[in-house]
């Protein structure tokens, strides 16, 4: 009998979805939680795991002899050594896609926050300031209008495009860096530094890569707009974070929306938790139910693809 063991169920399934279209497969265990430590023990027996952010690297792999494939619940797989599963032969299979319109939704959300400071003026609202004051308005922060403004995408990706199309509704000017130049964009391709330079929002939505990690850095940075804002809902690991925190402390830019962190969760040292002008959420642009269902969804397709001997979404 096939045997199928989730490594981090809850982050998929914190009770208000149902494992049994993957139950339908073979053995199912559900581990809310798993430590790196654990794996091995957990997963030895399996043919089949689902993680969602549990890594498997070449060593933890070499003593799964049973596994055959590893449905990634998630777009990114940079927790899976894919060369050395391809070794193993275990198959690898993600879910592109589910969470373009949730994901583009968080990332218009932090930069109004950003902009208009709707929690700040809440807060102040519920603590009486409003009912005290001489005034029939008055703002705790500066307010800033978006139209006319230039959003740049850096990755011209489903998710990217998602958020220039939200962007260009508000009023907002277009530009993108993507490394190959898509022929079809509905914006201007700009090289990187130009890109910061130009633009009043930097929004981030690239797969991280040897390449580019730490990529948006003081140097970079440095070409930005005193007044402009950095966003990222891709992977923390693609800023230099200290490189940010000084320049945000500093006032060279005005401020970042950040969903996501290089390790999480965060150290309690990591300096972006307390930079001025920084909103992080808890990487959590993508839990919507809406697009949770559509994670499971695929996965469950994946399985079955895989049984049948048509994998499909596959990475290597």
Not at 158 to 169: D, E, F, M, P, V
Not at 219 to 232: T, Y
Request: aromatic share 6%; proline share 6%; net charge neutral.
């Amino acid at each position: 009998m096939i045997k199928i063991v989730i490594t981090d169920g809850y982050t998929l399934n914190p009770g208000d979805l149902s494992w049994q279209p993957v139950e339908q497969f073979g053995e199912l265990f559900v581990y809310d939680r798993m430590q790196p430590h654990e794996i091995v023990d957990k997963c030895k027996d399996a043919h089949i795991v689902l993680t969602n952010k549990v890594p498997f690297n070449a060593a933890t792999l070499a003593r799964l002899p049973q596994l055959k494939m590893i449905g990634v619940t998630a777009t990114g797989y940079n927790i899976i050594d894919v060369q050395a599963a391809t070794k193993s032969n275990i198959a690898v299979c993600n879910v592109p896609a589910y969470g373009i319109a949730s994901v583009a939704q968080h990332t218009i959300a932090l930069l109004l926050e950003l902009t208009n400071q709707v929690g700040k003026h809440a807060a102040s609202v519920a603590a009486g300031e409003w009912t005290n004051c001489p005034d029939f308005s008055y703002q705790k922060a500066p307010i800033t209008e978006l139209a006319g403004k230039t959003m740049g995408i850096v990755g011209w990706g489903n998710i990217g495009q998602q958020t220039a199309r939200i962007s260009q509704a508000l009023g907002m000017e277009l530009c993108y860096y993507n490394p190959a130049k898509k022929e079809k964009a509905f914006a201007p391709w700009l090289p990187l530094p130009e890109l910061f330079a130009k633009s009043d929002v930097v929004s981030l939505h690239c797969p991280l890569t040897p390449e580019n990690t730490g990529f948006v850095n003081a140097e970079l940075i440095s070409r930005m707009k005193a007044s402009a804002f950095i966003i990222n809902t891709a992977r923390g690991q693609l800023i230099n974070e200290q490189d940010l925190a000084n320049a945000l402390n500093n006032g060279r830019i005005a401020g970042a929306g950040l969903d996501v962190l290089s390790t999480e969760p965060p150290n309690a040292l990591n300096p972006l938790l307390n930079a001025k002008n920084c909103i992080i959420t808890p990487h959590n642009a993508w839990v919507s139910r809406e697009a949770r269902k559509r994670v499971m969804a695929v996965t469950v397709a994946n399985i079955e693809a895989f049984l049948n001997n048509k994998p499909m979404n596959k990475v290597n």
